[in-house]
């Protein structure tokens, strides 16, 4: 399977613990996405890289909220302390650097209870 | 107000109708337009891009009106297997990060 994959893809945890996502884009893929999506809103833009700059993270990436691309390749989403309002689904995305389209992985589904 | 208004629905269809989606997008210096479906509890996939001549693929039409900011989508001969939502999607303008700003859905329930 070439696309885009992340793992894990369902995560529940305790309020106040730090979890972490993994998302392998495309290949060629330069551009890397982290979206969240809550239930019944359409996802909204954390952070993107190019390569492994970080080149614009949302208002929504509090302080508890860290990503990183190393090499250029995989990405990792930290979520620290984490709270109930972080419930929801993390959707990473990515691209070539002249294409417009996004491809989207299936998602980590993140619980906090 | 929200960067990309749809109606949520939920739009309830028969087999073989005709249905039609719109949303309307804030920013007039948008320049790039999609549509996505997303089914229940998986990832969205590109449906098609939207450009201001209009485009068709297959039955499904996809028509862009900069003047009004409306994006619309048009599904005819509906199948069942087009139950799902669909997100309008707009490109943010700044350009540099291309990314991507989200309605809310608009959820299609197509009946037998």
């Known amino acids: 399977d070439t696309g885009v994959s992340q793992d894990p893809r369902h995560k529940i945890t305790k309020r106040g613990q730090n979890v972490t996502f993994r998302c392998d884009p495309i290949?060629?893929?330069?551009?890397l996405y982290w979206y969240r999506q809550t239930l019944g809103q359409g996802p909204e833009f954390l952070t993107y890289f190019q390569n492994e700059a970080q080149l614009e993270k949302s208002r929504l990436l509090s302080d508890r909220f860290s990503a990183e691309r190393p090499k250029g390749s995989f990405s990792t989403l930290e979520i620290q302390r984490t709270e109930q309002g972080d419930s929801a689904m993390y959707l990473c995305?990515?691209?070539?650097?002249?294409?417009?389209?996004?491809?989207f992985g299936p998602g980590t589904r993140l619980l906090v209870l | 107000r929200k960067e990309v208004e749809q109606d949520p629905g939920p739009f309830n269809v028969p087999e073989g109708a005709t249905v039609a989606f719109n949303c309307t997008y804030s920013n007039s210096a948008s320049q790039s337009f999609f549509w996505y479906r997303q089914d229940c509890r998986k990832e969205p996939k590109l449906l098609m891009s939207v450009y201001s001549s209009g485009n068709e693929d297959g039955r499904f039409t996809a028509q862009l009106n900069r003047a009004s900011q409306y994006i619309s989508l048009l599904i005819r001969d509906s199948k069942l297997s087009d139950s799902a939502t669909y997100l309008c999607?707009?490109?943010?303008?700044?350009?540099?990060?291309?990314?991507?700003?989200f309605g809310t859905g608009t959820l299609l329930a197509v009946q037998p």
């Open positions: 999607v707009v490109r943010d303008y700044g350009g540099a990060t291309n990314k991507l700003i």
């Open positions: 995305a990515s691209s070539l650097v002249t294409g417009e389209t996004q491809y």
């Open positions: 290949s060629e893929h330069n551009r």
